[in-house]
């Protein structure tokens, strides 16, 4: 009975100092892709799906770092957007005025501009930059012929 005792002891004595060994190491392995630079045209198009998503504070990262690629000017106008929806409109009018002088379309730049400064309570301004575009278009096709209605 003694021999049994011991080798009872013996195995948890065994078992004891196994456990307490530093367990092996693993090596760190990853799956996930390694991530690179988007190119400002890709930040551009991420951007925009920010933007439809309401992700404000990360679409005005993109579209800024969008800026220096070759779509300045779809930039500049999302931008335009974002800072009027986030209640920049002294920022949002300043980016609408780039986009214009970019080459934006008027009445598409005009818009935001004139958004913005609704949104400021400058009615009366909002109002005299559409019409002013209106008198100015009306003016450019006066001469135009007119289309037919069916």
Do not use: N
Not at 33 to 57: H, I, K, M, N, T
Not at 66 to 92: C, F, H, M, N, P
Not at 108 to 118: F, S, T, V
């Amino acid at each position: 009975m003694d021999g049994m005792r011991a080798l009872l002891l013996g195995s948890l004595w065994l078992c004891a100092c196994g456990a307490s060994a530093a367990p092996i190491p693993r090596v760190a392995t990853s799956t996930a892709p390694v991530s690179r630079e988007l190119s400002p045209d890709e930040r551009l198009v991420r951007g925009l799906a920010r933007l439809a998503q309401s992700r404000y504070a990360e679409a005005e990262a993109d579209l800024r770092a969008a800026a220096s690629g070759q779509k300045k000017l779809e930039a500049a106008l999302a931008l335009s957007e974002v800072l009027d929806l986030t209640g920049r409109y002294d920022e949002a009018i300043a980016e609408a005025r780039r986009a214009a002088s970019l080459g934006a379309e008027p009445p598409r730049a005009l818009a935001l501009e004139a958004r913005a400064l609704w949104h400021q309570g400058e009615t009366v301004a909002a109002a005299e930059k559409l019409r002013g575009f209106a008198s100015s278009s009306d003016r450019s096709t006066a001469g135009a012929p007119k289309p037919s209605r069916c």
